[in-house]
Structures are given as C-alpha cells and as structure tokens.
C-alpha cells in the first residue's frame, strides 16, 4: 500500500541519537502515528518524551543508515548491529521509504553469498583490535544494493549525500578485506596487505568512518568479476590470484581504467597456462606502442624538413630571378616563378600524399599486431585498445600538421596567379581558393 506523499516525515540526524545499537529518534505523536511500524517489530514510543526506541530487528531497515553515521569511532559497535542483520536467512528486508513513507520489500542478501565470502575470509590472515574475525562477514553486496535502493529515493537534504557516500564506502571496505590477503585493525584503522614472492608487497591504509574515503575505487566491481567468473566454474582461488597479482604488479592497490579488460586477458593467460606470460606481452606490446608512435612521429618530421626544404628552394628561386632582371616587382607577371610556384604546389600535395600513405601504413601495422596479440596471444582485445589506439588521419596531433599543409598550398596558389596574371592575379587567386574549398569539401555550387 502506497502513502501519500503528504505523509512524507522529515527526519533529520539531529533528531536521531543511538543507544547502544538501538536507534532514538525525537518525533511527535502525529508524525509517528504515520509510520507504518508492523506489530511486530521491536519499537517503544514514550508519548511524554516524544521519544521512538527502534529496538533490532533483523530483517527491517529503519534509520539504520542514520545509526551508520553515527558509528564513525566505533567499528565494534558497527559490527554488532549489521551483523546481525546478515543472519537473515531468506536476505528479504523491509526498507524505509523517505519519499512515500512505507516499507519497501527488498532482496539484499542469498545464503550463497554470505557462504561465498565467509570461505575466502576464513583463509585470509585478518587480525581485528577486540572483535572476532566471523563478525565481518559481511558480503559487499549488500551495502550495495542497499546503497541503490536507498539512492532511487529523492531525498536531498545533506544527511541524505552523507549516507550515500557511507555506503559506498562500506561496499568498498568489505570488498578490500575480500582481496586483501592480510587485513589489521587497530586505533580505528584498517591496513589491507597482498603479499607476493620475493617478499613483493603492496599495502593500503583506510581510517574507520572517513565516509570520504572509497569513493573512486573499483573493489567492489572487482569483487563482482571475481564473483561472476566463479559463477562461470572457474576456480575461485585461481580468480583471487589473478586479482592479488594485478596489484602486485601495479605496486600499489589503485585500479586503471582498463582494470576489468586487464582481468580478463590474465584469465585467459592462465587458463592457457602462465600467468607471468601475461606481463611478457604487455612489455612486448610496449615496443609495438613504440613502434607506432616513431611512425607517426617520423611521418611529422618528414613534413616539416620537406617544408623547410621547400622554403629554401623559394628562397633562391626567387634570388635568381631577382638578380637575373633590374626591374623586379613582386607583384609583376612572371613565367619562371609562376612555373616556380607550380612544381611546389606539385610538391606539398606529394607530401600530403606521403603523409596520408604513412598514417596508412601505421593503421596496418596496428591491425596486424592486434590480430596477433588477441587472436593468438589470448590478450583481451578490450585490454589492447585500452593500451594502443588505432592512428587516425584526422586525430588532434596530426591536424596541426594537416593545417601547415593547407596553408602552404593557399599561399602557393595565390603566388601562381599572381605571376601568372599579374596585378589580376590576387582575384584569380581568390576564384582558385573558393574553387579550391569546394573541392576539398566536396561542394559543389
């Protein structure tokens, strides 16, 4: 049954206190008449105080998000509410509704996930300051459906960003201890270790509370892979490897942009046979990268040394003529440097020509080596893209250099005409630069 909006409570966390893992909140008789508590459920309303007591309940989430924020020192008490929450068997809660005030009916949880998650932990290295090592486990799936099902309501006030941002947090931090293959808390802060051979190690420091923090990472996204190939009857261990690895080989626990395409290419390395064979291509495709690049490059410097060239040939064109005839006017009819003029403009569009030919031959380049290293090399070809891009004709770095070309070629057409026409020449000119722009744009009027 749907309320009316005008129903709609204004909770605020100055109205709301904790006791121990109960949860206060200061409201009237009227407002409270509204909720819709069920008869079951544990609650204590004190009409003198205006005061309702929500005592737990497993399988109802009310001002729970508020009872979050409010746990920010205390990771113990944290624990001892939520974890009890996950003992729900059938993982179906009942979730307040801030915008139409009612319970809305919500799968959180499956007993395979609780199962999936507590056997990883169970063999992990985790060291917690006075609390027992079962109590956190808690699967990052569920901070994170009750993050989305929270942020499809249209609260806006402030406390509502804060409880969005603690539950992503959540999601994060559970997924960290998940990877991790030691986790320590003590003083109110965790530090997440992946160990690897030759005493290899990264580490990463994350302060209880700091709803800030974990608000870019991808750990949970990176459990969910995991999680999902496991669903696939790939070996779960196998898949926790190739995780812990990624890090390791990144030396830190920071996730790129390509980090899922990353994941797979190393999966289908290992499923071949090798990991490490993994990191032998991506250092190969390195000198491909390079290889590509010295192309495009040398294609660049081509333009500007036969530029140059062609700026020097001008210059003594034009010195000859000017000391072969007393009366030079640049501006006057001349044949020779009309003719001049031609074999440059001749020039320029061989070198752009040139040009285009070599960025032709760096897009092949690249297609072969695509073929080979995702066809036969097993990379992913996500994974490859997101390392090398395809060379494009038009790309930003190369319409500089287009732009040089052009401008050459207008400057030379107008010196053509004005040699060939004379004092007439700079509206020929203009007639060839519109016909020119037509051409090039393929207009035609």
């Not at 530090?191 to 700091?210: P, S």
């Amino acid at each position: 049954m749907t309320k009316m909006i005008e129903d709609k409570i204004d909770f605020s966390i100055n109205n709301i206190s904790i006791s121990g893992t109960s949860i206060e909140i200061n409201i009237g008789m009227e407002d409270y008449s509204k909720i819709p508590l069920d008869t079951n459920s544990n609650y204590e309303y004190c009409e003198i105080k205006e005061k309702l007591k929500i005592i737990d309940s497993n399988n109802y989430i009310f001002l729970d998000e508020f009872f979050i924020l409010q746990t920010n020192d205390d990771f113990s008490l944290f624990l001892e509410k939520i974890f009890n929450k996950t003992t729900n068997e059938n993982g179906i809660y009942h979730i307040y509704n801030y915008d139409e005030n009612i319970f809305d009916e919500v799968n959180l949880l499956e007993l395979k996930d609780v199962h999936y998650y507590s056997k990883v932990l169970q063999t992990n290295n985790i060291s917690l300051e006075y609390i027992e090592k079962e109590e956190i486990y808690i699967p990052p799936v569920f901070f994170h459906l009750w993050r989305k099902q929270v942020e499809s309501y249209t609260i806006k006030d402030p406390d509502f960003k804060e409880i969005i941002c603690s539950l992503r947090y959540l999601e994060e931090l559970f997924s960290l201890i998940y990877i991790a293959d030691t986790t320590t808390f003590k003083k109110n802060k965790f530090i997440f270790t992946i160990h690897g051979t030759d005493d290899k190690k990264v580490f990463k420091e994350v302060a209880w509370g700091d709803w800030t923090q974990l608000q870019k990472t991808n750990y949970f996204q990176i459990y969910s892979w995991e999680n999902n190939k496991t669903n696939e009857n790939i070996n779960k261990s196998i898949l926790l490897n190739i995780v812990r690895n990624y890090f390791l080989n990144k030396k830190n626990f920071n996730t790129d942009k390509g980090y899922q395409e990353t994941l797979n290419s190393l999966l289908n390395i290992v499923i071949k046979g090798d990991v490490a064979t993994y990191y032998e291509q991506k250092n190969k495709l390195k000198e491909e990268i390079f290889t590509i690049d010295k192309m495009i490059s040398e294609s660049k410097r081509d333009i500007l040394r036969n530029l140059l060239g062609l700026i020097v040939s001008i210059g003594i064109g034009f010195y000859g003529i000017i000391f072969d005839k007393d009366n030079f006017s640049f501006l006057s009819k001349n044949i020779p440097l009309m003719w001049l003029f031609r074999f440059m403009i001749v020039a320029v569009l061989f070198f752009a020509f040139t040009f285009f030919l070599n960025i032709h031959e760096a897009q092949k380049f690249y297609d072969n080596t695509k073929d080979i290293y995702t066809d036969h090399l097993l990379l992913d070809e996500d994974d490859f893209i997101s390392m090398i891009k395809r060379p494009k004709f038009l790309s930003k770095d190369n319409i500089f250099y287009l732009l040089i070309l052009i401008t050459f070629l207008l400057i030379l057409i107008f010196l053509v005409n004005n040699y060939r026409y004379g004092s007439d020449g700079w509206i020929n000119s203009i007639k060839s630069m519109i016909l020119f722009i037509r051409i090039y744009f393929g207009v035609y009027i």
